[in-house]
T-cell receptor
């Protein structure tokens, strides 16, 4: 069965350092992978999408890599700030037929805490 | 992206009653919306795909007669939890897909069944 694992339940780092989160998957060939941020009691917020034919994508202080051979994605936050503290979720999806409104399968999330 | 609202944000109901949760797409006409459920310290689990003007598609293990979904317009989908029980207490979140495979989520509804 499909399985998505995010490397650790919690990650603690010092402000200014780079946070690296890992998402591994098995028994899955996703067309794309997404990263979301979720704050307590709130819905997830879309951050980045990377497709299977892309190796890397960047957005401001965020960087995502996607290795379909290793079946792994790495999510980096550079120059981390306490405001980056949240749960980060990876999600995998496939292109749906027709309108391409694909369903997502989520990992369990990594709780990131950035200490001042 | 899309801006999505949910109402109510929190609801407490008694066991055996039904509760309706609304999901509105405020700035995007959504043919398809998704409903998720999230238990404490767990990830989001897709419950169903809501299609405007047609029946919803439910994930395996989700009872369609218990979780009624109506998507009567391009901006509104509703989830009704019928005959709610304490085990239905959870965080219910809807999302809108804009056609680029990105999903934009509502703020969620915390349901507590006593």
């Amino acid at each position: 069965s499909q399985k998505i694992e995010q490397n650790s339940e919690a990650l603690n780092i010092q402000e200014g350092k780079t946070a690296t989160l890992t998402c591994n998957y098995t028994n899955y060939s996703p067309a794309y992978l997404q990263w979301y941020r979720q704050d307590p009691g709130r819905g997830p917020v879309f951050l980045l999408l990377i497709r299977e034919n892309e190796k890397e994508k960047r957005k401001e202080r965020l960087k995502v890599t996607f290795d379909t051979t290793l079946k792994q994605s790495l999510f980096h936050i550079t120059a981390s700030q306490p405001a980056d503290s949240a749960t980060y979720l990876c999600a995998l999806g496939n292109e749906a037929g027709g309108t391409s409104y694909g369903k997502l399968t989520f990992g369990q999330g990594t709780i990131l805490t950035v200490h001042p | 992206g899309a801006v999505v609202s949910q109402h109510p944000s929190r609801v407490i109901c008694k066991s055996g009653t039904s509760v309706k949760i609304e999901c509105r797409s405020l700035d995007f006409q959504a043919t398809t919306m998704f409903w998720y459920r999230q238990f404490p310290k767990q990830s989001l689990m897709l419950m169903a795909t809501s299609n405007e003007g047609s029946k919803a598609t439910y994930e395996q293990g989700v009872e369609k007669d218990k979780f009624l979904i109506n998507h009567a317009s391009l901006t509104l989908s509703t989830l009704t939890v019928t005959s709610a029980h304490p085990e239905d207490s959870s965080f219910y979140i809807c999302s809108v897909s804009t056609g680029l495979n990105e999903q934009y989520f509502g703020p969620g509804t915390r349901l507590t069944v006593t």
